[in-house]
């Protein structure tokens, strides 16, 4: 079992930044693909950037593509969301996610970190 706890999240002025932090526990991550989803109310999550287990291989959504920016320390077990150039649509309920590299589906996620970017 893989445990995971986002922190980091607020509020913050359209323009402005932040850097979310995930620290998983339980299980080392270093082999999991860790990613970031989010969910803005009466929307559907959807995906917002994911890592390899190596760093090697980061994929971000075209959204945020540019803005964001994903990194990871296996030997502290801890992914990061650096979040500039934040928009009001950027405002969502940020999840941290881990999964096997051959399966599909993320296995474990944290309980979410609110941002919110005003206009």
């Known amino acids: 079992q893989v445990q995971l706890v986002e922190s980091g999240g607020g509020l913050v002025q359209a323009g402005g930044s932040l850097t979310l932090s995930c620290a998983a526990s339980?299980?080392?991550?270093?082999?999991?693909?860790m990613g970031w989803l989010r969910q803005a109310p009466g929307k559907e999550r959807e995906f917002v950037g994911a890592i390899s287990w190596s760093g090697g291989y980061i994929r971000y959504a075209d959204s945020v593509k540019g803005r964001f920016t994903i990194s990871r320390d296996n030997a502290k077990n801890t992914v990061h969301l650096q979040m500039n150039s934040l928009k009001p649509e950027d405002t969502a309920v940020y999840y941290c996610?881990?999964?096997?590299?051959?399966?599909?589906?993320?296995?474990?996620w944290g309980q979410g970190t609110q941002v919110t970017v005003s206009s």
């Open positions: 996610a881990a999964r096997r590299a051959e399966e599909t589906f993320y296995d474990y």
């Open positions: 339980g299980r080392t991550i270093s082999r999991y693909v």
